[in-house]
């Protein structure tokens, strides 16, 4: 789905936009007929959260109905962006941006880089500013350096933001404590958002 403009190197910005919005409403869609289906798609096992229970029967009811569409729906590629242009977006939404080597290479574990970042990511962390009224600072992207796997930083699936008073209240506030993860990081949120406490950052992941 994604164009580059002729020796720039660069993704159109033209179809990143139609493309963000698209996929936006393509992922609530899929969030929609996933948690109405109780699909189990094993994410909340693997970041040590326990599973809402819903009713047996509505659930039965509903997972015949859709879970064809779930699963096409999940099929479909992500949008991902150039870090030039996620970085224009965040900036136009009063996010900020640091990386301890001053640098945006995504092979270099010093940088920040948003490389290859899917759209989703980028449009989520901006609505986090939104809603939550905070300074948001991205200190960690799609680099290397960071634990592998399907729902990763390198895979476009996770940021890192700096600390401050009003975002750690907010997360407190609005997501429900789940348990301690295994490296001592407390684990906050529902079936879309997972927020990690680590030592000098929270490490989101955007499902």
């Not at 164009?3 to 179809?15: E, M, S």
């Not at 948690?35 to 997972?63: F, M, Y």
């Not at 064809?68 to 962006?81: D, E, F, G, Y």
Request: hydrophobic content about 30%; overall charge positive; aromatic content about 8%.
């Amino acid at each position: 789905m994604s164009t580059r403009v002729a020796r720039a190197g660069l993704y159109d910005i033209g179809v990143l936009e139609t493309a963000r919005h698209y996929s936006r409403d393509l992922y609530r869609r899929s969030i929609a007929l996933r948690e109405a289906a109780d699909l189990d798609t094993g994410l909340w096992e693997r970041e040590g959260l326990s599973e809402p229970q819903r009713p047996v029967g509505e659930a039965r009811v509903r997972k015949s109905q859709v879970q064809t569409s779930a699963r096409a729906a999940h099929r479909l590629p992500s949008v991902r962006m150039a870090h030039t242009q996620a970085a224009q977006l965040l900036k136009q939404a009063g996010l900020g941006w640091k990386s301890s080597g001053r640098c945006t290479s995504r092979g270099n574990g010093h940088c920040t880089s948003l490389e290859a970042v899917r759209t989703e990511t980028v449009n989520r962390v901006i609505d986090l500013k939104r809603e939550s009224k905070c300074p948001v600072v991205i200190t960690g992207g799609t680099e290397v350096g960071h634990a592998p796997g399907l729902y990763s930083h390198y895979g476009g699936y996770k940021l890192d933001i700096k600390p401050n008073q009003c975002i750690s209240r907010y997360i407190k506030s609005e997501f429900p404590y789940q348990r301690t993860r295994g490296d001592g990081a407390p684990l906050y949120g529902d079936s879309q958002t997972v927020y990690a406490r680590e030592s000098d950052h929270w490490d989101i992941l955007f499902r």
